[in-house]
T-cell receptor
Framework: GAGVSQSPSNKVTEKGKDVELRCDPI?????LYWYRQSLGQGLEFLIY????????KSGLPSDRFSAERTGGSVSTLTIQRTQQEDSAVYLC?????????????FGPGTRLTVL | QQQVKQSPQSLIVQKGGISIINCAYE??????FPWYQQFPGKGPALLIA?????SEKKEGRFTISFNKSAKQFSLHIMDSQPGDSATYFC???????????FGAGTTVTVRA
């Protein structure tokens, strides 16, 4: 079956531009997570969705970052006025339910480069 | 917030050797400790997880050991193979939350 997909796989943008990153979770998975992984670093939690609602946005680095999820499925992470420090791999994961004891399935990530 | 400390940052092992990665956590509401494996250019994938009503879980060449009193758990890769070369992340549940807190990762290189 299809796993978590993300698009684009790579995005190069100029400083100050806005970008949108897309995540298609596994069908039927109610929970969706966004993480950021800087080069050689661990996984930094950004935001969590249960259905279409985001009970926890505490990991978003600044108000330039926002995310939404529609139809309990696709999610979009938007970064406005990108900065060079936003360069990283953005990973999306989904799970059957939003409990931390449930396996999270990760997508391949979007590599964002801000010039 | 849960803090998970993972070590070493990297390790090199000869083919056939044993790779050992250690993690320590602060607190957890319940016991579920997964290990994720990540190859370059790919997302992490669940490798093995333990729910410690047992102190050890083995799947093929991969074994998790768990020491509840010390709040530590470790991953052992027996008979390491070049195909095991990857970055490994441990994780632990954040108390009273739905999130996993991930360790910083260990890059394992297996030399043929």
């Amino acid at each position: 079956g299809a796993g978590v997909s993300q698009s684009p796989s790579n995005k190069v943008t100029e400083k100050g531009k806005d970008v949108e990153l897309r995540c298609d979770p596994i069908s039927g998975h109610t929970a969706l997570y966004w993480y950021r992984q800087s080069l050689g670093q661990g996984l930094e939690f950004l935001i969590y969705f249960q259905g279409n609602s985001a009970p926890d946005k505490s990991g978003l680095p600044s108000d330039r970052f926002s995310a939404e999820r529609t139809g309990g499925s696709v999610s979009t992470l938007t970064i406005q006025r990108t900065q060079q420090e936003d360069s990283a791999v953005y990973l999306c994961a989904s799970s059957f339910s939003g409990t931390s004891g449930i396996e999270q399935f990760f997508g391949p990530g979007t590599r964002l480069t801000v010039l | 917030q849960q803090q998970v400390k993972q070590s070493p940052q990297s390790l090199i092992v000869q083919k056939g050797g044993i790779s050992i990665i250690n993690c320590a956590y602060e607190n957890t509401a319940f016991d579920y400790f997964p290990w994720y494996q990540q190859f370059p250019g790919k997302g992490p994938a669940l490798l093995i997880a333990i729910r410690p009503d047992v102190s050890e879980k083995k799947e093929g060449r991969f074994t998790i050991s768990f020491n509840k009193s010390a709040k530590q758990f470790s991953l052992h890769i027996m008979d390491s193979q070049p195909g095991d070369s990857a970055t490994y992340f441990c994780a632990a549940p954040v108390p009273n939350d739905y999130k996993l807190s991930f360790g910083a990762g260990t890059t394992v290189t297996v030399r043929a």
